[in-house]
């Protein structure tokens, strides 16, 4: 049978990437930039500028995997390079005037173009007025439980993968998470009777 | 500083942080006989003493209820040590309160859970070729300018 990389688990993948296995680099990349895109998407960032803050996200874990130490650390490391991301642009943008960009590039044909919400057909399948509610909930939380509980419930991380990722102990993120979790049912007390 | 005998209206000032037990002793202290000699302040204080009693009980009760949430909260996410686990089962079996509230806490992952698989299920993201190809240009660049800088 073909040796296929895609065999391999994450923390194998990393230890390749580290040793400077571009095959191995790119298969993480792959696994990884649904759950960037996703968690950016309830972090509240621009539907016009998540796809970028995504592709820098994740050119910083391709140019920086080999300082990282212990593979299991891996998703508290990737959320520290998506909330720092998230906030730098944020700031970047408070200070920044816009630029116009001179390089002689096709306008009409972007590299990558920002998934459209409306074509595709998982629309039908999802009640969209659940979906946008629970955006919204998300959307009104403080920062800190917004992020505990995006990466609790959206990524599955651990209280502790968590707690690395922030920079915080784990009765902090217990706290964090449940405060999210009372606001969310009070605001989404419609959807969950 | 307040010489010789307390006032009712010093009293009035005074009463606040008598009860939240912000005062030196000496003035503790005559704030004390001041209240015991005069009915009229004596039954003020009464009624603030009993107002803040009740609202500290309020405060840690709310405290007490948000600590339980917490730790049912946890438990849902299977983050309590075994012997926790062990307990909380145990309540669980005596209260349809604590039963009714665990299980609006899993309603409420589940309602997310399946929400946020839904609606990222058919995103196509492609980016893995672009990013090792921005890489590898990086590093091919970084060579050139090493190459020049030596030259």
């Given at each position: 049978m073909k040796y296929s990389?895609?065999?391999?688990?994450l923390n194998e993948l990393i230890e390749l990437a580290k040793k400077g296995d571009m095959e191995a680099l790119e298969e993480i990349i792959k696994r990884q930039q649904k759950t960037v895109f996703a968690t950016l998407y309830y972090l509240n960032a621009k539907p016009d500028e998540i796809m970028d803050i995504t592709q820098e996200i994740l050119f910083k874990v391709a140019k920086n995997?080999?300082?990282?130490?212990?593979?299991?650390?891996f998703k508290s490391w990737l959320n520290q390079i998506i909330i720092n991301q998230f906030y730098d642009t944020l700031r970047k943008k408070q200070k920044s005037v816009k630029k116009v960009c001179l390089?002689?590039?096709?306008?009409?044909?972007?590299?990558?173009?920002?998934?459209d919400f409306a074509s595709n057909p998982y629309q039908k399948a999802v009640d969209k007025e659940l979906e946008f509610a629970i955006k919204n909930s998300i959307y009104k939380l403080p920062d800190p439980f917004k992020a505990a509980i995006i990466m609790r419930?959206?990524?599955?991380?651990s209280y502790e993968e968590i707690a690395q990722a922030t920079n915080s102990n784990i009765g902090t993120v217990k706290s964090r998470i449940a405060r999210a979790r009372l606001k969310l049912q009070e605001y989404l007390k419609p959807y969950l009777s | 500083m307040l010489k010789g005998n307390l006032t009712c209206e010093d009293i009035s000032r005074l009463l606040l942080p008598y009860i939240d037990d912000k005062l030196s002793e000496n003035k503790r202290n005559r704030v004390a006989i001041h209240l015991r000699n005069c009915p009229f302040c004596m039954e003020k204080y009464r009624i603030i003493k009993s107002l803040f009693d009740k609202i500290q009980q309020r405060n840690i009760q709310r405290a007490k209820k948000f600590q339980q949430y917490a730790l049912l909260s946890a438990y849902c996410d299977n983050e309590v040590s075994d012997t926790m686990k062990d307990n909380i089962e145990a309540s669980l079996a005596l209260s349809c309160d604590l039963v009714e509230r665990t299980h609006k806490i899993n309603t409420l992952k589940k309602l997310l859970n399946t929400t946020f698989e839904k609606q990222f299920e058919y995103i196509e993201l492609n980016l893995e070729k672009s990013i090792i190809k921005r890489l590898e240009d990086e590093k091919l660049i970084n060579k050139i300018k090493k190459l020049f800088k030596r030259n």
């Open positions: 990389i895609k065999n391999n688990n995997i080999k300082k990282l130490k212990n593979p299991r650390t390089d002689n590039q096709d306008e009409n044909k972007p590299n990558f173009e920002a998934p419930e959206l990524q599955g991380l | -």
